[in-house]
């Protein structure tokens, strides 16, 4: 079961860190993946982390303002988003793979989602 929580509204330029709650068995994950959607778009993938926290993606539109991590007791992961745009503005959703059957960047590989939290970017 995964909670985000941490979406809120910003200026362009601020920084904002999500965190996803992760309870339940978390023997079975792989990695755990950010993703948002924006009004009348799909959902895309923002940003991957391996379960032992040591690989990293990115989509390139991120790359270099957001930082995926997770704690030591893996109880939860979390978004950093610094230097935020206005094309940030999305509901942002972290999700868990537990078994490799896509891309990591595919949404269709995870299989464990939150209700997403909302972030806000006005310019």
């Known amino acids: 079961h995964l909670v985000e929580s941490g979406g809120g509204w910003r200026q362009t330029g601020a920084s904002l860190k999500l965190s996803c709650l992760i309870s339940g068995d978390t023997r079975d994950i792989w990695d755990m993946g950010w993703f948002r959607q924006a009004p009348g778009k799909e959902r895309e993938f923002v940003a991957a982390?391996?379960?032992?926290?040591?690989?990293?993606v990115y989509a390139d539109s991120v790359k270099g303002r957001f930082t995926a991590s997770r704690d030591s007791a893996g109880s939860a992961v979390y978004l950093e988003m610094n230097n935020l745009k206005p094309e940030d503005t999305a509901l942002y959703y972290c999700?868990?793979?537990?078994?490799?059957?896509?891309?990591?960047?595919?949404?269709?590989?995870?299989?464990?989602w939150g209700e997403g939290t909302q972030v806000t970017v006005s310019s």
């Open positions: 982390l391996s379960w032992n926290g040591r690989d990293r």
């Open positions: 999700a868990a793979r537990t078994e490799i059957t896509h891309r990591i960047e595919d949404s269709r590989s995870y299989d464990d």
